[in-house]
């Protein structure tokens, strides 16, 4: 069984910041893509950010400049640092990942989520 846990949400001011980690365990092989979703209130989840096994990255254009995507393969572990936070940013964050199991099965498998709230 695989299980993605996520780790780092809570309430910070406008301008703060924030560090996320989704940590990966179980019987992983090995793990492809990972990335972070957010949904707020009456949206649709979306995209954050995503990496590749080797580290390329990919952003949304919210984000660019202010959060930083970023992962250790040893610990199957993904992180999200969040600089200059907005009260836009509030919303539930979801881990995502590509993983083969020890069956060589390929899945694809969600973190339980972890709220952030940006707010004075």
């Known amino acids: 069984q695989v299980q993605l846990v996520e780790s780092g949400g809570g309430l910070v001011q406008p301008g703060g910041s924030l560090r996320l980690s989704c940590a990966g365990s179980?019987?992983?092989?090995?793990?492809?893509?990972m990335g972070w979703y957010r949904q707020a209130p009456g949206k649709q989840r979306e995209l954050v950010a995503s990496i590749t096994k080797g580290g390329s990255t990919n952003y949304a254009d919210s984000v660019k400049g202010r959060f930083t995507i970023s992962r250790d393969n040893a610990k199957n572990t993904v992180y999200l640092q969040m600089n200059s936070l907005k009260p836009e940013d509030t919303a539930v964050y979801y881990c995502?990942?590509?993983?083969?199991?020890?069956?060589?099965?390929?899945?694809?498998?969600w973190g339980q989520g972890t709220q952030v709230t940006v707010s004075s």
């Open positions: 995502n990942a590509n993983i083969m199991n020890f069956s060589l099965a390929r899945g694809n498998y």
């Open positions: 179980g019987s992983i092989f090995s793990i492809n893509a």
